[in-house]
């Protein structure tokens, strides 16, 4: 194998090496959107569960008659 067909076939493989790196990267960009959007839906279904639960604690004061059998 000569010096050129050596450097044709390095210069091959770093071309495919940054089409892989970019293909990742790209991945990588989609995937920490989706986390953060996921993590955001988290915080936003943790707040409703914590303000329903914290509704049900209010309710539960003296408001209600106890049930005739009492």
């Known amino acids: 194998m000569t ?12 071309a495919y090496q940054e089409d ?3 293909a990742l990267d790209q991945v ?3 995937q920490t959107e989706q986390i953060d ?4 839906m988290n915080r936003e279904l943790y ?3 914590r303000d ?3 509704g049900q604690k209010d309710n539960k004061g003296g408001d209600e008659q106890p049930p005739p059998h009492y």
């Open 3 to 14: 010096d050129n067909e050596r450097l044709m076939e390095l210069e091959v493989r770093l």
């Open 20 to 22: 892989i790196l970019n």
């Open 28 to 30: 990588v960009s989609r």
């Open 37 to 40: 959007r996921l993590e955001r």
């Open 47 to 49: 707040a409703r569960v």
């Open 52 to 54: 329903v639960l914290d």
